[in-house]
Every structure is written in structure tokens, then in C-alpha cells.
């Protein structure tokens, strides 16, 4: 089964930088595109960032437009997001997942596989 893990998540001062990573350890497996989502307590679950498995698109927010950077590593199955100058209501857990066909979607319904999350928290 394909199976993605998240890490890098922690806690960190507003303004402050971390570099989330996900793999999959599991079967091997060609996805169309990654994304990244989170969701904050009592909140939908929602877009960050995407990126096509083979291609040159990348999406992002509007909210993370220019602080975070979507990053893959085709050889180590790894996709990456790096978020800089961080604020408090980019607090959530955060959560890469897959999907399969094209296009790459803002939607969390279009994506078939989901790693456990990892908590990212901000503070004033």
C-alpha cells in the first residue's frame, strides 16, 4: 500500500522558519501531482501548496504566496515544503497527500492518499 509520512513539523516564534518532508514508505507508486493541505482546530481542511510529480506547475495559496516553497525530489519519493516568516494563524496540523490523475486540484476530495499529519504551531 502506498503509505505517506510527514515530519519536520514543531514549534516556532512568529516570523521563524521550518521544512516539512514527505515520503512514501510505502509500494511503490507514480503520482500525478503532491500537495500540501492543514487544518486548523474547528476548521475546514484547506489548500497550500501542489506541485505535478513530472512537470514544472507549482500552485500556491494566496496566504502562503511567497513565504512557503514547494520542493520535490523525484529519486527519494520526497516532496518538501518550506515555510518562512511564519505567523500564528499558520498554525495547524499539515498534511501531504496525493493525487492521481491531472489536474492538480485545490480540493482535498481529489486527492486518494493522506500521510498522518504533522502539528505546526506558531506563536505570537
Known amino acids: 500500500q502506498v503509505q505517506l509520512v510527514e515530519s519536520g513539523g514543531g514549534l516556532v516564534q512568529a516570523g521563524g522558519s521550518l521544512r516539512l518532508s514527505c515520503a512514501n514508505s510505502?509500494?511503490?507508486?507514480?503520482?500525478?501531482?503532491m500537495g500540501w493541505f492543514r487544518q486548523a482546530l474547528g476548521k475546514e481542511r484547506e489548500f497550500v501548496a501542489a506541485?505535478?510529480?513530472?512537470?514544472?506547475?507549482?500552485y500556491y495559496a494566496d496566504s502562503v504566496r511567497g513565504r512557503f516553497t514547494i520542493s520535490r525530489d523525484n529519486a527519494k519519493n520526497s516532496v518538501y515544503l518550506q515555510m518562512n516568516s511564519l505567523k500564528p494563524e499558520d498554525t495547524a496540523i499539515y498534511y501531504c497527500?496525493?493525487?492521481?490523475?491531472?489536474?492538480?486540484?485545490?480540493?482535498?476530495?481529489?486527492?486518494?492518499?493522506w500521510g498522518q499529519g504533522t502539528q505546526v504551531t506558531v506563536s505570537s
Open positions: 497527500a496525493t493525487s492521481r490523475r491531472a489536474p492538480v486540484s485545490v480540493y482535498p476530495k481529489n486527492y486518494e492518499y
Open positions: 510505502g509500494r511503490t507508486f507514480t503520482p500525478y501531482g
Open positions: 506541485c505535478v510529480w513530472s512537470g514544472d506547475n507549482i
